[in-house]
């Protein structure tokens, strides 16, 4: 995980812990662009990963149905 910089984790049933725990990896900080959609991704889910020091590189995070946000317009 370490030299991954794109990860689709779409569709693979995670909740807010599988979250959580990626946040708090630092093996996840390479990555660039993140999909998530299609989870069990809750509001605490996503403040986790948006605030995740270990994810400070991420641009691009796809949360559900399309949606995508540039993470460095927050």
């Known amino acids: ?3 991954v910089r794109e ?14 725990e990626l946040a708090n990896s ?14 069990r991704l809750s509001e605490a889910g996503a403040a986790a990963l948006l605030t995740s ?4 590189p991420l641009r691009i995070l ?3 149905h399309g949606y995508q946000t ?3 317009a927050t």
């Open 7 to 20: 990860l689709d984790l779409s569709s693979n049933e995670i909740d807010d812990d599988g979250f959580v």
């Open 70 to 72: 540039d993470v460095t």
């Open 1 to 3: 995980l370490a030299t």
């Open 62 to 64: 796809r949360l559900d």
């Open 26 to 39: 630092p093996h996840a900080a390479a990555l660039g662009k993140l999909d998530v959609n299609g989870n």
């Open 53 to 56: 020091p270990h994810l400070a």
